[in-house]
């Protein structure tokens, strides 16, 4: 399917989408993250693909949502049609994992972007932001929430108070990005994390992103006994079989996702 502001294409078992509004520094505009939605919703319907990538440019993930579209808009404007709503929910709502790879500037809706995905792989380039107090808003897409779960209140308020940007050694020291990697090896490094992951049994992934993602809905008790009971079903996977079969067989697992 051919798309106007990203590009689209499968590694082996990746799905990579890459986001491609150069001029505007990949501000989101709507049609963006229609796009996105419908490339993640593509790459999770084909049975081939176990993981997916977004990247952006080496100068920017994304600088943000687009503040020229946005900027003559009344609170109704927004209000009604649930402005940014639903189709960012379905970035939200992807069950295979979603690792972000990020250059450059990840900046309001481009760092809420970055943060929705299931980890943060950053180039050494990358710098993390939430400006939007600046423009006299405040974060929408999980600033304020994602950011304190992740680098803790102090630097949450931090950088939403003060706009300050904070860089992949500082983003990695404070818990958002799972790796910093030199910025020409960002894609292929990802790219290779990403089909490790993919090359596992696709339940046993999915299985694992809903586990942790219930970490930051439910108290310890509900999540651990959460985590036993999907372990225990785990037990009805041919997979499981399989993987402890070839462990004991010295060899290697053939997963058949099932
Ligand atoms: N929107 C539109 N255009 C942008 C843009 C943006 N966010 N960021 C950059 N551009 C455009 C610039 O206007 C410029 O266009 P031309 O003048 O060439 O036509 C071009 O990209 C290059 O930018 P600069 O000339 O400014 O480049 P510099 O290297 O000098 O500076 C910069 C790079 C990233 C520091 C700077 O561009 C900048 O500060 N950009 C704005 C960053 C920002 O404030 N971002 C936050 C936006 S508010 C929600 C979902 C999302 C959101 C809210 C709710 N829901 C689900 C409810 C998100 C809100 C936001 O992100």
């Not at 102090?154 to 799972?178: F, I, P, S, Y």
Request: net charge neutral; aromatic share 8%; hydrophobic share 45%.
């Amino acid at each position: 399917m051919p798309y106007q502001f990203i590009i689209a294409d499968k590694h082996g078992k990746v799905g990579l989408i890459t986001l491609n509004r150069p001029q505007q520094l990949n501000a989101l505009c709507d049609a963006l993250i229609d796009e996105l939605g419908a490339a993640l919703a593509a790459f999770e319907a084909d049975e081939t693909v176990g993981s997916m990538v977004i990247t952006g440019s080496p100068k920017a993930f994304a600088a943000g949502a687009d503040i020229t579209a946005m900027k003559d808009w009344s609170y109704m404007d927004v209000y009604q049609p649930d402005y940014l709503g639903p189709n960012w929910a379905r970035i939200r709502n992807c069950r295979k994992p979603v690792i972000a790879a990020v250059a450059g500037y990840a900046l309001g809706g481009g760092c809420e972007l970055a943060m929705s995905c299931d980890m943060i792989f950053a180039a050494d380039t990358a710098k993390f932001g939430q400006p939007e107090i600046k423009l006299g808003v405040l974060p929408g897409a999980g600033g304020t929430q994602r950011l304190p779960r992740a680098i803790g209140k102090a630097k949450a308020m931090d950088m939403c108070l003060t706009a300050r940007m904070m860089d992949a050694k500082e983003a990695e020291q404070a818990g958002l990005v799972a790796r910093v990697i030199a910025a020409d090896q960002l894609i292929e490094e990802t790219l290779a994390a990403a089909e490790t992951i993919a090359g596992y049994s696709l339940p046993v992934i999915m299985m694992i992103k809903e586990a942790i993602n219930r970490a930051y809905e439910m108290p310890l008790g509900e999540g651990l006994l959460y985590e036993r009971r999907v372990f225990q079903a785990a037990f009805a996977l041919a997979d499981r079989k399989e993987g402890m079969a070839a462990f004991v067989e010295k060899r290697q697992p053939a997963f058949k996702n099932r």
